[in-house]
Each structure stands twice: as C-alpha cells, then as structure tokens.
C-alpha cells in the first residue's frame, strides 16, 4: 500500500492512525504469515475495494481487508527464512542440506535481538525445511546446534534460542550452567555433557571445582534415587580419571550396587548408555553370583536391556545356560514381553541360531499371544504394544511359528486369537487370514464366530482374569493330564470292560464342553472399568441405596459386570433379576422385583458410583 492508500484509509477511520507504519508494510511484493491462511505474497491493492490482493496457498489473488489484517496478519522481513525460501530458493536448499547450524544462525539474525522462543523457531524451520522430513532433520540439526559456540539452546520450549553477540565455548557453557544450578540431579547431566564436549588438551581449573561439586551431589543429595546415584558416581569417576584426580570417593559404584535386592530396582532405571558398563560392574563386584544375577536381571528387563542382558551372558559363556533357561521360562509361561519380543527380532540371526533353535516352536506363539493379552489388560489406556505390532508387521513371523503345528493346535492357537483383547478387529482378520493360508480348515472357526450375534457381556477386569486362568487352566494343564490318563487307561487291555477308560473319556467330554463354553463366554466379553458410569441413573458401576417398601430396612448393593456376584459384600451382576430391575431406574423410583415366587417392592434413595467408592 502506498502513501495515498494508507492516507485514504486513515481519513476513514482515524483510529488507524496509530497503526500508521504497520499499514505501509502492506507494500505489493512483501511476504506474510497469517494466522489462518499461513504464508502469503501480497500481490497488488485493490484503490476501489480497498482491499489487499494477497496469494495464499490454495488461494490465489485472495481479497483481504487491510484493517481486519493489522491483527490477523505479520508482515515479514525480507531476511526472515519464509522469504527466503522463496527468494533464494538455492541458497536455502544448500543451508538445509549441508549447514543447518548456518540455518539456523540466519534464523536468529532475522529476529530483533537476535533472539526467538524454541517454538516459534521449531515452527518456521519446520515449514522452510518441509514437514515430512522435519522431525529426523531438528534431531540432527539440534546436536550441532548444541555444540556451537555462537548459540544459547533452551531448555524449555517457551525458552529462547539466542544468538550470541560473543561466541561462547559449549564447555564454558555447561560450567556457567553448572554453577548456576543446585540440582543433582541436572547437575549429574551436566557433568556428562561437560565429559563429552571437554577439550582434552586444554581442560580448564574450573572442571576440579565441577568435580567437587559433583561428589557432594552424589554422597549427600537425598533429591536422587539409587539408579541416579549409580549414574552420578560413574560421571563424578570418570571426571576425576580425566583430571588425574585419584581421590577415592564415598561412595564407591561398588558400594552402591552391594546389595543384590536393590538391582534390578536399579537397573530399571539407569540411562540406556550406561547398562553394558553396569552388568560389568555388576560382575566385578559380585564376581561368583553375576551370572545369577544376570538371569533374575533379564527376567524383569525392558527395551535395550534385554539385548544388553543377553550379549552379557553370551559373552561371559553362559549361551547353554541361557537357552535351557528360556525354554524353561516358556514352559513354566514366565517369558514376559521385552524376552519374546528379543527372540522373534533374533531368531534369524546366525550368532543366536542354537539358543533359540528349539523355542521357535508353536508354543512360543501361545506366549506371544498371552503377553499381548495380558499387557491389554493391565493398560489403563490406550498404547501401542510392541509384541502385537511385529506380529502384524513380520509377514513370517506366523508362519515360522506354525511350522511344527498340527491342524488341531493351529486351531486352538487361532481361537485363543480371536479372544486376545490387545488386537484391533481388522488386525485379528490380518492375523487369522495367515492362519488360514497355512490350516484352511480354521476358516469354520471364523465362519462360526461372524455367524454369533450373542449380546455382548461387560465384566470387570479382574472377573475376565479369572475367567481367562480358568480357560488357560483347562487347555494348557486339565486337558493334557486327561489325554495321559486316557492314553494310560487304553493300555489296560480291553475298553468295552475298563472303567478307567471310560471315566476319562466321561472327563474328556465335561472338559471340552467347559472348554468350548468358556471360549464363547470369553469371546462375548468386553472388559469395563465402570468410569463412564453416571449417577443419573442406575447402570453397571453404580452403587444403589434401597428401602424395602414394607419394613422401611435400607439396603446397599453395587452393580457390577456380568461375572461379579459377592452377596455377601452387597456386589451383583447386573444379569441378575436384582440387578436388571435396578437398571435405567433414577433416584426415588420404586422398584418391584420378583424373588422366587414372591415379590419384593424397593424405592431407590441415593446412586453414586462405584469407582469413587474404591
């Protein structure tokens, strides 16, 4: 806008006046953010419209009030990274590509002051450098950004990233940091990243005082935990080995990992970077139980950890041991998640062949699907499973699995899918199509379970459990002990006459009716939590206050899932006629309730919910 268009404007509206240098910013030619359309180009104005003539992407030659634009809309410097992405495309591309600490310098130098929030920042990076590839490219970027002299980083993102007038060494930097904190905590960080970013030849005086800060940090501070302390004695040791200092510290990392109970509390938490160095130091301080320790370690680890555990024990020549203990964990179901998810990532792998030759097995598969099911259970919301997501994501995986199978566990296994609660519906269909490839037959069983249109049942948590050991119980112990006794009955010579084999053969049949009862009641069920209950009325999760109409005696029960029933606790299913005649009514109902063959007659005097109760 020129001189005589923002004059007009103003004569209108004299209120404008003040927003006088804003308006003459609105040349044709400038660049803009707006704050619903994103980056534009202001093409040309519009006298007779008085409006601005503005392309948005998407929308060219896009009409704009000027007015409506002064809070809407940011005119932008011509050094600002957004123009010059446009204006210097190449240049640009080459910073992105090969220099992104340069990038980001130029960023800065195009803020007043040098200086803008971590967000801000993140937010025009992210679209000059595209938002695809932008997330991998910061992670990268924001290693040599921290190591630059001419850059203050942030540790929050409401904090600013600050372009320095006089370069500042990143061990300078940590030092000031260090000094500037009481933390033990950030100071055990800051310690490691002084470590790293140190100049071995030219180490400065201040790293003894950084030192001696450091141990006080670790022998006194009651802020950390034991992995913190660990960590924080390895750092402050490291340091003085850097220094020459040969001061023996209290307390020593031996000291700290003494007690063989607190281990695996300990290694729970230790940073990934420092778990090969902590079995090792394990190992030297209990020199005779490290192996056992190492075994009770990776029973409970997670993520890396289990990789770690497990070159540690191959390496200090326990690979027998550790087999035989695997497949003795599969068979006793202790092989939790973190273990199953290492064997099937591994299982191809030359340098672990003979350890899991033998648990590449039907069985393993079982596991799998037990894990994933019992991780669902014990989720309280929503989250990925890593176990569930390989099973989808290794097209084989099934079928290695499966490669020993008889049709008849495939179909046990692929039923025992169907009921699994970690699996989204179309996942289970993905998941049986493979099954099916290899058993055709097992397309009856998903014919049979898309032909039941039985009512879904809500059941407790806790009730599903127990429904679910029942059901294991009965496949994985009561069933195999009764083909045995059937087998050892049938050696008795002559069935027509031989009672045993007839009374197993009667056991066979209860149990596989229980069996097949149980995998329909499994299948109908969808575990609730009760917290979407309201006390509006009464539903599953409610509790209900009653008065019986003719002796005035008050009563309490909680309505709960269809397999929770403690009379003597007040607690009943709402599949009960108690408790389906308590459904849907509201406070002061009345309430008649048939009992046998009599009636009893309820007003309902107060509801509220069962899981502010617990």
Same mark, same amino acid.
């Given at each position: 806008m020129n001189s005589e268009a923002v004059s007009a404007l103003i004569a209108k509206n004299p209120s404008l006046k003040a927003a006088k240098a804003k308006l003459e910013a609105m040349e044709p030619g400038s660049y803009v953010i707006h704050r619903s359309w994103g980056f534009g180009h202001i093409k040309s104005y519009d006298d007779a419209a008085q409006k601005l003539l503005i392309d948005f992407k998407g929308k060219k030659n896009h009409p704009m009030d000027p007015t409506f634009c002064l809070t809407t809309m940011e005119v932008l410097p011509e050094k600002h990274l957004l123009v010059r992405k446009e204006t210097e495309a190449k240049k640009i591309a080459e910073l992105i590509a090969d220099d992104p600490v340069q990038l980001v310098v130029e960023a800065l130098q195009a803020h007043p002051n040098h200086a803008t929030t971590a967000i801000d920042l993140e937010i025009t990076l992210a679209q000059v450098v595209g938002e695809e590839k932008f997330k991998k490219w910061w992670s990268a970027a924001k290693k040599a950004i921290g190591k630059d002299p001419r850059i203050s980083v942030p540790e929050k993102k409401t904090e600013l990233y600050v372009l320095r007038d006089v370069p500042v060494s990143a061990q300078d930097e940590i030092l000031e940091q260090f000094n500037g904190t009481r933390s033990a905590r950030r100071r055990i960080l800051l310690a490691e990243e002084l470590l790293d970013a140190a100049d071995k030849k030219n180490l400065k005086t201040d790293l003894a005082s950084i030192l001696s800060g450091l141990a006080d940090a670790v022998k006194d501070s009651n802020q950390i935990d034991a992995s913190e302390?660990?960590?924080?004695? &390895?750092?402050?040791?490291?340091?003085?080995? *850097? *220094?020459?200092?040969?001061?023996?510290?209290?307390?020593?990392?031996? !000291?700290?990992?003494?007690?063989?109970?607190?281990?695996?509390?300990?290694?729970?938490?230790?940073?990934?970077?420092?778990?090969?160095?902590?079995?090792?130091?394990?190992?030297?301080?209990?020199?005779?139980?490290?192996?056992?320790?190492?075994?009770?370690?990776?029973?409970?680890? #997670?993520?890396?950890?289990?990789?770690?555990?497990?070159?540690? @024990?191959?390496?200090?020549? =326990?690979?027998?041991?550790?087999?035989? $203990?695997?497949?003795?964990? %599969?068979? +006793?179901?202790?092989?939790?998640?973190?273990?199953?998810?290492?064997?099937?990532?591994?299982? =191809? !792998?030359?340098?672990? /062949?003979?350890?899991?030759?033998?648990?590449? $097995?039907?069985?393993?598969?079982?596991?799998?699907?037990? &894990?994933?099911?019992?991780? &669902?259970? #014990?989720?309280?919301?929503?989250?990925?499973?890593?176990?569930?997501?390989?099973?989808?994501?290794?097209?084989?995986?099934?079928?290695?699995?499966?490669?020993?199978?008889?049709?008849?566990?495939?179909?046990? *296994? &692929?039923?025992?899918?169907? *009921?699994?609660?970690?699996?989204?519906?179309? $996942?289970?269909?993905?998941?049986?199509?493979?099954?099916?490839?290899?058993?055709?037959?097992? #397309? !009856?069983?998903?014919? +049979? /379970?898309?032909?039941?249109?039985?009512?879904?049942?809500?059941?407790?948590?806790?009730?599903?459990?127990?429904?679910? $050991? +029942?059901?294991?119980?009965?496949?994985?112990?009561?069933?195999?002990?009764?083909?045995?006794?059937?087998?050892?009955?049938?050696? =008795?010579?002559?069935?027509?006459?031989?009672?045993?084999?007839?009374?197993?053969?009667?056991? #066979? %049949?209860?149990?596989? /009716? %229980?069996?097949?009862? @149980? +995998?329909?009641?499994?299948?109908?069920?969808?575990?609730?939590d009760f917290k979407e209950a309201t006390i509006d009325q009464v539903s599953v999760g409610t509790i209900v206050e009653v008065k019986d109409a003719k002796g005035g005696k008050t009563s309490r029960y909680t309505v709960l899932g269809a397999w929770d029933s403690n009379p003597d606790a007040g607690v009943i299913s709402y599949k009960t006629p108690l408790g389906l005649a308590f459904l849907g009514r509201k406070l002061g109902d009345q309430v008649k309730v048939k009992l046998g063959s009599g009636e009893e007659n309820y007003e309902i005097t107060n509801i509220s919910r069962y899981v502010d109760a617990k």
């Open positions: 302390r660990l960590y924080g004695a &390895a750092v402050r040791d490291d340091l003085a080995k *850097l *220094l020459g200092n040969e001061t023996a510290f209290e307390p020593t990392q031996a !000291s700290l990992i003494a007690n063989i109970r607190d281990l695996p509390a300990i290694a729970e938490k230790i940073p990934v970077q420092f778990q090969s160095r902590f079995l090792e130091l394990v190992k030297e301080t209990h020199p005779i139980e490290y192996r056992d320790i190492g075994f009770t370690l990776l029973k409970s680890s #997670q993520g890396k950890f289990t990789t770690e555990c497990i070159n540690f @024990l191959v390496e200090n020549g =326990h690979a027998d041991e550790l087999a035989a $203990t695997l497949k003795r964990w %599969q068979t +006793e179901q202790n092989l939790r998640a973190p273990v199953l998810l290492w064997v099937v990532k591994n299982r =191809h !792998s030359k340098k672990f /062949a003979k350890l899991l030759n033998d648990l590449i $097995t039907p069985r393993l598969l079982s596991a799998i699907f037990f &894990a994933i099911d019992y991780e &669902a259970l #014990q989720a309280s919301s929503a989250r990925r499973i890593p176990l569930g997501d390989i099973l989808s994501e290794d097209t084989d995986l099934i079928s290695d699995l499966l490669s020993t199978a008889d049709p008849e566990t495939a179909r046990d *296994l &692929a039923n025992t899918l169907m *009921l699994n609660q970690g699996f989204e519906e179309l $996942t289970k269909k993905s998941l049986l199509a493979r099954f099916i490839k290899i058993f055709p037959g097992i #397309q !009856s069983l998903v014919a +049979e /379970a898309a032909d039941s249109k039985e009512e879904q049942l809500l059941v407790s948590r806790e009730s599903f459990e127990r429904k679910r $050991t +029942e059901y294991e119980t009965i496949v994985s112990k009561k069933i195999p002990e009764n083909s045995k006794a059937i087998a050892a009955a049938r050696e =008795h010579g002559d069935l027509k006459e031989n009672s045993e084999y007839k009374m197993a053969k009667q056991d #066979q %049949q209860v149990l596989m /009716a %229980q069996k097949s009862q @149980l +995998e329909k009641e499994l299948a109908r069920a969808r575990v609730n």
